[in-house]
Structures are given as C-alpha cells and as structure tokens.
C-alpha cells in the first residue's frame, strides 16, 4: 500500500486542488487526510472536495475539526464574536457548512492505521497518538517525544498540526509530519504533502498565487490576509515557528 497524506488543508482549496492533481500522478493506493480541513477561507466547498474523493480516502480528525463541530452543535454562527483567532476559524467554517458536512467531519477517526509497503504497521494521528491538540516539532526534546511515544505499537507515525515537514528518528520509531496542504510555515510558498510508501517522500507542490488569493479572499473569511501572509506572501522563519510551538509546549509539559 502506497499512500498521499494530506494534513492541516484550512479551507484553502486551491491549494487542496494542486496537491490533488499532484496525487492523481503519484500512483497511489489511498488518501489519508490528516485532519484540520475546514477551518479556513473556503470550509464549504474544501469539504465537499474531500467527500468527492470517496472510498479513495481515510480521514484523521484534527482539533480544528473538533472545533468546528463544537461550534456548529452550539449554535454559534457570529465569527465576529470571537476575539480568539482559531475560534473564529471555527465558529465561520461551522456558520458555512451544512448539517450534512457537520456530520462528516464528526464522523472523522482519532487515528488511522495503515500497513504500508517498506515502512509497515504506519500511525497516522494529528497532533500526536494520544492527543489531537499536542505539539510535535523538528524541535521536540527526545526525553518528551519519548514521553509522547510511550504505548505506541506501530513503529512509524505520520502527524500533522504544527504545519511543518520534517522525518524524524527516535529510539526505534520513525516520526514524520506531513506538512500543511493550505497553511504551510515552511519559509517558502507552496502546498505541503507526504508520499509514504516504500520510501518517504516529503513533497511541496507549487500553485500560482495570485487566483488562489482571488478565490480565497472571496470566501470573506475575516483573517485572510494575517493567514496568507505569514504562510505564503511573506512566509515567517521556519525555526521560529518551530521554537514558538516548543515554547508553547514546555508550558503545558506532560
Ligand atoms: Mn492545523
């Protein structure tokens, strides 16, 4: 089995169409989406996107999608409102789907497991196995990736949620993360991905920018410009971001 993940897409669907074009070519068996899909400039239409893809695809809930649902459940439908950022981009994903996307983006698994030809028994979870919301970076101390890891039969796990590629060795486990489809804070533009199976293939496709901007500042979502700009206009350092996650962990250590 050879599979395209797919992880932290964040509604922007001009991106999902170019990594999904890029898969078409890639030959693969399956599509695993790594979850935080609608929380973003396009919720409605990301989502009927992915359910296009059919039996082809697993899906892993991220907490954004948690979130997402949350709101939708609780009636709240003013994004205005929220004075936090990702709250925001959950109460607008949740005001624009329908009762029908509520329900598949519910219906998402904690963690998918897949055996993959060349790396075996894989692991795919957002932030970490035991926690969609928990921060693994390039950066994370063995001592708390071992914590982390602590339990976990398969020997190599694929997360998401910190929108930054990297593939990484512990003790006997392989972690990678996949990068971000929509929201990438890789020093560089782009939409990224992971080819696993045999090998592991960390994979950034390029999309022109300026009509993917067009159609996303159409959706109205109230933080686009701080979102595009920090991911692809003027991509922040990379090891800035990985060090301010890891901060953010250290104060929630476990
Ligand atoms: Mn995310």
Redesign the pocket.
């Known amino acids: 089995m050879r599979v395209a993940s797919l992880y932290?897409i964040?509604g922007n669907l001009p991106a999902l169409e170019a990594v999904l074009a890029d898969v078409g070519r890639s030959r693969v068996d399956k599509v695993v989406v790594g979850?935080?899909v609608a929380?973003g400039p396009l919720p409605a239409q990301t989502v009927e996107a992915l359910l296009a893809l059919g039996d082809r695809a697993w899906f892993v809930r991220?907490?954004?999608d948690r979130e997402v649902v949350e709101a939708y459940d609780a009636g709240r439908v003013d994004a205005a409102a929220e004075s936090e950022p990702a709250r925001r981009a959950a109460v607008f994903a949740a005001a624009a789907l329908s009762r029908d996307q509520r329900d598949f983006l519910a219906g998402f698994s904690d963690t998918v497991t897949v055996n993959l030809e060349g790396l075996g028994e894989t692991l795919f979870c957002h932030g970490s196995p035991r926690d969609d919301d928990e921060i693994i970076t390039a950066a994370t101390p063995p001592q708390r990736l071992r914590r982390i890891l602590t339990g976990v039969r398969q020997r190599v796990v694929v997360c998401?949620?910190t929108?930054q590629q990297f593939d990484r060795r512990l003790d006997s486990y392989r972690v990678i993360n996949a990068g971000?489809v929509g929201?990438p804070y890789e020093g560089r533009a782009g939409a990224y991905w992971a080819l696993l199976g045999p090998g592991v293939e960390l994979r950034r496709t390029e999309y022109e920018l300026e009509p993917a901007l067009a159609r996303l500042r159409g959706g109205g979502f109230p933080d686009l410009e701080e979102m595009v700009g920090e991911s692809l206009l003027d991509p922040v350092d990379p090891a800035w971001v990985a060090d301010f996650f890891e901060g953010q962990a250290e104060g929630r250590s476990r």
């Open positions: 932290d964040h979850g935080d929380s991220g907490n954004a998401g949620h929108h971000s929201v």
